[in-house]
Antibody, heavy 121, light 110 residues
Framework: QVQHLQSGAEVKKPGASVKISCKAS????????IQWVRQAPGQRLEWMGWIHAGNGNTKVSQKFQGRVTITRDTAATIAYMEMTNLRSEDTAEYYC??????????????WGQGTPVTVSS | QSALTQPASVSGSPGQSITISCTGTNSDSGSYNVVSWYQQHPGKVPKLIIF???KRPSGVSNRFSGSKSGNTASLTISGLQTEDEADYYCCSFVGSGAWVFGGGTKLTVL
């Protein structure tokens, strides 16, 4: 079955970096994009960016450009999202999800369980 | 890219139907044509319930339906059940490799 297993909770100080992993299984990793979405406490879902698992193309939301890098390891079927220069406003649950233009109609059909990131001094 | 506009809250009684709207801020052609909807119960992972405007993933109840008119997408839930009480988010692929979510709507089943 399709699964995305994300790395565990993180607690970071302001200015630090965090790298979250998303291990995919149960499907052909290389034909999908892995999307990253975050949700601050009590707030809406916020799209962050994606990586195509096959060709490595990426796109990061303008809001996060310069601070977020998305990579993948195709052999291990793992996607990563790294955020630098963390601030308290980055405290949120971070999700990965898969997406395909035709197979999922540009929708995020299977999500990871989420990784809580707390940024506090 | 600004968030899509959704009502903050809607409510309905069991058995009734409700509709949640999702409006984009731009009217350029092609935008907001590929809309998906997600249900999120408190403390849970979002779940895809509608994609490509009006298609349902396998296993999603046919009480959920999606439509689009002009620059507004809509999610209708018919035959409301208590377990439908959750937050609902629309999301649109807006071209140039970017997506945007709505602000979310809290559904209360009275």
């Amino acid at each position: 079955q399709v699964q995305h297993l994300q790395s565990g909770a993180e607690v970071k100080k302001p200015g630090a970096s965090v790298k979250i992993s998303c291990k995919a299984s149960g499907y052909t990793f290389s034909i999908y994009a892995i999307q990253w979405v975050r949700q601050a406490p009590g707030q809406r879902l916020e799209w962050m960016g994606w990586i195509h698992a096959g060709n490595g193309n990426t796109k990061v939301s303008q809001k996060f450009q310069g601070r977020v890098t998305i990579t993948r390891d195709t052999a291990a079927t793992i996607a990563y999202m790294e955020m630098t220069n963390l601030r308290s406003e980055d405290t949120a649950e971070y999700y990965c999800a898969r997406e395909h233009d035709t197979l999922s109609g540009y929708a995020f059909d299977y999500w990871g369980q989420g990784t809580p990131v707390t940024v506090s001094s | 890219q600004s968030a899509l506009t959704q009502p903050a809250s809607v409510s309905g009684s069991p058995g009734q139907s409700i509709t949640i709207s999702c409006t984009g801020t731009n009217s350029d052609s092609g935008s907001y044509n590929v809309v998906s909807w997600y249900q999120q119960h408190p403390g849970k992972v979002p779940k895809l319930i509608i994609f490509d405007g009006g298609k349902r993933p396998s296993g999603v109840s046919n009480r959920f339906s999606g439509s689009k008119s002009g620059n507004t997408a809509s999610l209708t839930i018919s035959g409301l059940q208590t377990e439908d009480e959750a937050d609902y988010y629309c999301c649109s692929f807006v071209g140039s490799g970017a997506w945007v979510f709505g602000g979310g709507t809290k559904l209360t089943v009275l």
